[in-house]
């Protein structure tokens, strides 16, 4: 009879207890300045006065702090949960932010 060997997760590899409870604590400050950064780049965009065409598809603006702040954040977070939270809030600051007055305009 051959079993199965399950993966083992040590201790000191996780991030959350078996409790659920996270580990690795951040301060508030911290937090709050990440909060405060990936809202910033979330707003950046570059827009253009007139649309430029890329074959059939006319392109209004460039999300640029988007693309500068996946990266951040890949760079930043450690946990990958945290890391999709982050991910998640860009985004949708990102979408927001395009039909608001916000970005650099060219």
Do not use: C
């Amino acid at each position: 009879m051959s079993r199965k060997h399950k993966q083992r997760t040590y201790a000191r590899n996780r991030i959350f207890s078996r409790r659920g409870n996270e580990k690795l604590q951040e301060p508030d400050s911290s937090y709050l300045l990440k909060l405060v950064i990936v809202a910033i780049l979330g707003t950046l965009w570059l827009k253009f006065r007139t649309p430029a065409s890329a074959g059939a598809v006319a392109v209004n603006a460039l999300p640029v702090g988007l693309a500068a702040g996946v990266l951040l954040v890949h760079w930043l977070e450690t946990s990958p949960m945290n890391r999709k939270i982050w991910y998640a809030t860009l985004l949708i600051i990102a979408i927001v932010s395009y039909f608001l007055p916000a970005g650099i305009v060219i």
